[in-house]
Every structure is written in structure tokens, then in C-alpha cells.
């Protein structure tokens, strides 16, 4: 107790009211450029990101601003999160409104916004049921759960053997079970043991997944339909159309990750929309908000919903009534403004005139659909991808690169022809200008 009261008058003597006195803030010297900002950071945070040197104080539309003033494209997009853009005036309309009513009950009562949301995603997605999550590996984590619980009760799985399948260059979070999924070594080294019951095929290869849907324990397969984190690799046109064939074929549930993928990302609401396909539980979050608070979903019918009964799962937060206003005018936003139209179009032209207009000695490949691309370097000629990713910066536009040879684009779905095209001239003059004597 000597301790607590200690330490409790510690922080009384270190902190001060506003002028209104209604707020405590711990007394601070509040930093004044980028460079104490990143120093201060650094100091009192875990190390598990490398951003770009960049602070950011302020974001409007497709552009941001950091602390000294100056304006970048955002061609990051929060992770494909700001598909509507940042600060998005319905979505923060919608956000406040809700924050003065209520925001959140827990679902032990009902509330007056679930139903609405729930409602809107089954018509819109044509799915009979929805589970409420928050964060996007939650949604995946929560797709395993069902489907193993579906392997067991439906497809008579012997208790404890069941098997979820999932494709090599896969990224869906940074849990546990996430991990156990990765092939990627920074993801898994040091943090087994690593959840069983999981099997990896290569990512495009229906012969390889073929073989392992075999296996009468198999209960799922879970699958991005363009996988964004590994540098938005495409797959074969026809791959998603087997995929679904095949699990129909062995009794197996498709899960479809498009947390990061869909509601327009690609330029289709789904990315599996370009193969007409329909997965047995569907994944969406990132984006589900406009990237104003953490919303996810998992959407299935009946058949696959319903092995979940009261005390098999749960979240404090999934559904809350914040979380629900907000998804309906991020969603409203996406349908209204014709965001995955334009996303197409502006793909087509981002991809078009790239391809055209980088130097083939640096560049290898353009590749991605819609709004969700990468830029596969020549690391021969671009040896040091944080190097080039700083220069972009410098020249007014923020990307993301992905492993040593790729950078990453995904800016919000709302950008005009005249801002890609003036984003499309930084990254050409940044690559066509880039040498290693920089280094």
C-alpha cells in the first residue's frame, strides 16, 4: 500500500489540469521537430517497427502533413486501412454523432446498432450470419476456430486431429496463431512453440493443395485472394475459381482473407469477385472503419455460423455500438462514391504508365490489381530499399518497402487521375534518378 500511495503521489506531483480542470495530462515538454519527436519515441517505445523517418501531424483526403508543414502523398494508406481517405467527413460525422449517444455496452445487453450493421453486411455480401470482431488477425484466428468446430461436429473430424491449410508468403497478423502460419523467419524464430495442426502448400499451385486437401482431417483452407504483405503477388487467373472447386470437392472450408484485399481494394468490392467465386467465411476489417477504430468481421451461412453458441467465443469490444455506426459510413462511403470503380480505373492507369515509364535496369516488374501494388526491384542496381523508400519521401510521397526488393503502394481509393498522375512522376523521377552513390 506504502508503495501505490508513493506512487500515486509521484503522479499527482507530475501532472496538471487544463484550464477547464476536467483533465489530467502527465507534465511534459512537448517536442518541437521531427528529429526530438523520433528521438523521444524511440526511447520509451518497443522496437518492433522501422518507420520512415517521417512525423505526421495531420492528414486530409489523400495527403498528409508532418510536423514541420510539409505535404506528402499517402501512398501507404495506414495498410490499406484509408481506403475512403483520411479523416473522411461522413465517417467522423457518423464517429462523433455515435460517441455522444452511446459507445459501447458489452455484449452481455443488446444495443441499437448491431442489428444494422449485421443486417447491411448479409444483404451486401449475401451471407446469412456475421461474427463481431476488432482487429484483423481476430478475424482469422476466429475463422479457425469455426472451422475446426465445424471439422469436428459436421465433417466428424477424430477429436483433436484437425488440420487447417494455409499457402506459403500468407501474412494475417502477429498472434500466436498467426505465426504458426508464416514462412516468414522474423515472424516465427524464437516464438515457438508454434500452434499444430497447421500444414503450408505453395501460393498459386492447385496440384500441391490438391494433395493436401486429401487428408480426410483437413477442415479448412485459408487463403488471400491477392496476397498484399508479400508484395501484392497476383495469382493465376482460374486459381481462385479451384480453389473453391477443390474444397467443395473434399469437404473443406474456404476461408478468404480479405482484410487487407477487399471492399475495393483491388478494384471489385472482393478480389474474389474477379473469378465470381464464393468462399465459405469471409474476412473483412482494415478498411470495414475508413481506418478511424479497429472493426472486423467474419461473414459464413448458417451451416458454418452455428457451431458457435453462447461461452464458445466472444469479444469485449467486437460489435460495439461505435464500431457499427462507423462500419455503415465506411461502407456507405465505399458504395456511394463509386470507390471501387475508381479504384479499378485508377489501377489500370498506375500500373499502365509505370510499366512504361521506370527503368528496366531497376525495375523487374509492376504488379497488382486496383489500388493495392508493388514494384519489384533489381537489387543488383537498388541495393539498399530504405535508401530509395527515404528519397521518395524527400520527394513528397510515402510508400512502403517489403523485404529488400519491393516497395509497396496502396493510397486511398478517393485519389483523382491528376493526384496519381503527379504521385505516378515522384516515384518514376525517385527510381529513373536513384544511383548507389547515394549510399
Not at 129 to 140: A, D, F, I
Not at 297 to 308: A, F, I, K, R, W
Not at 395 to 408: E, F, T, Y
Request: include cysteine; proline fraction near 4%.
Amino acid at each position: 500500500m506504502l508503495g501505490l500511495n508513493n506512487y500515486s503521489t509521484k503522479l499527482l506531483n507530475n501532472a496538471r489540469l487544463f484550464n477547464n480542470g476536467s483533465v489530467i495530462r502527465l507534465r511534459s515538454n512537448t517536442a518541437t521537430s521531427s528529429f526530438e519527436i523520433i528521438q523521444r519515441e524511440r526511447k520509451v517505445s518497443t522496437n518492433n517497427y522501422n518507420p520512415s523517418p517521417v512525423v505526421i501531424s495531420r492528414g486530409k483526403g489523400i495527403f498528409m502533413w508532418d510536423v514541420e508543414g510539409k505535404k506528402y502523398y499517402d501512398f501507404v494508406g495506414g495498410f490499406a486501412t484509408l481506403n475512403q481517405g483520411h479523416c473522411h467527413p461522413k465517417i467522423i460525422k457518423a464517429m462523433t454523432d455515435q460517441l455522444n449517444k452511446l459507445h459501447h455496452t458489452s455484449r452481455a445487453i443488446f444495443h441499437d446498432s448491431l442489428y444494422e450493421l449485421n443486417e447491411f453486411l448479409t444483404e451486401q455480401f449475401e451471407y446469412e450470419k456475421v461474427l463481431n470482431m476488432n482487429t484483423g488477425v481476430e478475424g482469422g484466428e476466429s475463422s479457425i476456430k469455426i472451422a475446426r468446430k465445424w471439422g469436428y461436429r459436421v465433417k466428424k473430424i477424430p477429436h483433436n486431429q484437425a488440420q487447417v491449410v494455409f499457402a506459403h508468403g500468407n501474412f494475417w497478423g502477429r498472434t500466436i496463431a498467426a505465426i504458426s502460419a508464416s514462412t516468414d523467419p522474423i515472424s516465427f524464430n524464437e516464438f515457438g512453440p508454434h500452434v499444430p495442426g497447421y500444414q503450408l502448400v505453395p501460393y498459386d499451385d492447385l496440384g500441391k493443395l490438391e494433395q493436401a486437401l486429401r487428408n480426410p482431417n483437413v477442415c479448412a483452407f485459408m487463403v488471400e485472394p491477392l496476397q498484399g504483405e508479400a508484395g501484392a503477388v497476383v495469382p493465376t487467373l482460374g486459381y481462385l475459381k479451384g480453389v473453391r472447386e477443390l474444397c467443395t470437392k473434399y469437404n473443406v472450408l474456404w476461408i478468404d482473407d480479405e482484410v487487407q484485399a477487399g471492399l475495393g481494394r483491388t478494384g471489385k468490392m472482393l478480389a474474389v469477385d474477379y473469378e465470381n467465386v464464393k468462399p465459405d467465411l469471409l474476412i473483412l476489417g482494415k478498411a470495414l472503419s475508413g481506418g478511424v477504430y479497429p472493426v472486423s468481421v467474419v461473414l459464413g451461412n448458417s451451416e458454418v455460423m452455428d457451431v458457435l453458441t453462447p461461452g464458445t467465443h466472444g469479444s469485449t469490444y467486437g460489435g460495439n455500438a461505435l464500431a457499427c455506426k462507423v462500419a455503415l459510413a465506411s461502407l456507405d462511403v465505399i458504395i456511394s462514391e463509386g470507390l471501387v470503380e475508381n479504384a479499378f480505373k485508377m489501377g489500370e492507369i498506375f500500373r499502365t504508365e509505370l510499366t512504361a515509364r521506370l527503368d528496366k535496369d531497376k525495375v523487374i516488374q509492376v504488379r497488382g490489381r486496383g489500388l493495392l501494388n508493388a514494384i519489384i526491384l533489381n537489387t543488383k542496381s537498388v541495393t539498399n530499399i530504405y535508401k530509395l523508400n527515404n528519397e521518395m519521401k524527400t520527394n513528397g510521397l510515402i510508400s512502403k518497402p517489403i523485404g529488400s526488393d519491393a516497395l509497396r503502394f496502396s493510397p486511398p481509393l478517393i485519389l483523382t487521375e491528376e493526384q496519381l498522375r503527379e504521385g505516378i512522376d515522384i516515384i518514376v523521377n525517385t527510381i529513373n534518378n536513384f544511383t548507389n552513390n547515394y549510399l
